[in-house]
């Protein structure tokens, strides 16, 4: 089974900054990588699929990036209702995997 | 508009039965696979389970094998994620989600398993 660690598991920014979060894979998964946001209460919401392609609607301060075994999640100029927790998920092969997430708190 | 509509909260007893469902539309059932996620209470997303509506094929994670079953009625738009027997480490909220990729999500089902 693949195994997908992010790092940070926490992360404390400011308004305005730009973040970047780290998702790497126990073995390559060619560019087989999804992110999502989560806020409390709610159902996570799909940013990026194919590792850096941007799901319709999603802002373009999102950018995905990487392919094999390392990608990264970026967010530029965070605002408010950017705070939250996101998860990678590699869907190359089963059992699909998500990451144990990131947790976006503002400074 | 792609949607998927789950079943509402329940609530149950240790050993009981359940079955859930999620309902897609806004788009072609058959031509998309569905997965299942668990959350629970203040943890991470876990993969459970994928199928394809069209055949049935149906993938489970070894966690998951032989706990649950994953089913769809494609004459319904509806797939579903049912177990035999409850436990209380049972508890959590459960996702569907449309496609390899997650791309669009249902609401959430919130399942108490409580004796």
């Known amino acids: 089974d693949i195994q997908m660690t992010q790092s940070p598991s926490s992360l404390s920014a400011s308004v305005g900054d730009r973040v970047t979060i780290t998702c790497r894979a126990s073995q390559g998964i060619s560019n087989y990588l999804a992110w999502f946001q989560q806020k409390p209460g709610k159902a996570p919401k799909s940013l990026i699929y194919a590792a850096s392609s941007l799901q319709s609607g999603v802002p373009l301060k999102f950018s995905g990036s990487g392919s094999g075994t390392d990608f990264t999640l970026t967010i530029s100029s965070l605002q408010p209702e950017d705070f939250a927790t996101y998860y990678c998920q590699q869907y190359n092969s089963y059992p699909y995997s998500f990451g144990q997430g990131t947790k976006l708190e503002i400074k | 508009e792609v949607q998927l509509v789950q079943s509402g909260a329940e609530v149950k007893k240790p050993g009981e039965s359940l079955k859930i469902s999620c309902k897609g539309s806004?788009?072609?059932?058959?031509?998309?696979?569905i997965g299942w996620v668990r959350q629970m209470p203040g943890k991470g997303l876990e993969w459970m389970g994928i199928i394809y509506p069209a055949d049935s094929d149906t993938r489970y994670s070894p966690s998951f094998q032989g706990q649950v079953t994953i089913s769809a009625d494609k004459s319904i738009n509806t797939a579903y994620l049912q177990w035999s027997s409850l436990k209380a480490s049972d508890t959590a909220t459960y996702y569907c989600?449309?496609?390899?990729?997650?791309?669009?999500w249902g609401q959430g089902t919130l399942v108490t398993v409580s004796s």
């Open positions: 989600a449309r496609s390899t990729d997650s791309d669009y």
């Open positions: 806004g788009y072609s059932f058959t031509s998309y696979w």
